[in-house]
């Protein structure tokens, strides 16, 4: 069951959307004929897939209407990374996963998904390609290890600002969706954000 966020988590939930739908405007993704998949079902499928991959699972999915959640994740495995005596990532000081999801529908079924994070430590970009690689192994699970971590790089990801390409979005089509992701130099903003738009099955 979606559990509605309350107080200042459903407001820093709902701060979110704007980001989602800007880096949709900015991506200029197409509109697709959306896969059978409602956002219960994805938000269960996904659950499920977060915790066999070792990673924290939703916190909590709310939203002002019917046609798109704001997700947050939970904090305990990303903490892990960061705690004084095993941090090796240099994101001493962190308090909060910066991930979170954003799930746009199309009548009853998921139109889009937006997943948004940031590259300011090697902690929060781990933690943002990790949720990426297990949202994309459950909206396509017939795709190898392999497979998705290749969707990944030449998704551009871990690019760093010395990439040649950085601050442009780089496409990635799948036979379940056509993905976008933006990076910008950190002069610029560091920020991270994928735009997942389905594709029609069948």
Do not use: W
Request: some cysteine; charged content about 20%; hydrophobic content about 40%.
């Amino acid at each position: 069951m979606l559990n509605p966020l309350g107080g200042p988590e459903f407001a820093t939930a709902m701060r979110l959307l704007p980001s989602i739908l800007f880096a949709s405007a900015l991506f200029g993704a197409a509109q697709a004929q959306s896969a059978p998949l409602t956002e219960r079902r994805l938000i269960d499928l996904f659950d499920v897939r977060l915790v066999r991959d070792g990673l924290d699972p939703i916190r909590a999915c709310g939203g002002k209407d019917d046609e798109s959640y704001a997700c947050t994740f939970g904090d305990a495995e990303y903490l892990t990374t960061i705690t004084p005596r095993g941090d090796v990532t240099g994101s001493i000081g962190t308090s909060r996963s910066p991930t979170s999801m954003t799930i746009v529908l199309a009548g009853d079924v998921v139109d889009s998904i937006g997943l948004v994070g940031d590259r300011a430590s090697p902690a929060d970009l781990i933690n943002f390609t990790a949720h990426l690689e297990s949202l994309l192994h459950t909206i396509g699970p017939e795709k190898s290890d392999y497979d998705i971590e290749q969707d990944t790089l030449d998704l551009g990801v871990m690019r760093g600002d010395a990439d040649g390409d950085i601050g442009k979005a780089r496409v990635v089509t799948e036979g379940f969706a056509t993905i976008r992701c933006l990076n910008q130099r950190l002069t610029v903003s560091a920020g991270i954000a994928c735009m997942i738009t389905m594709r029609p099955t069948g």
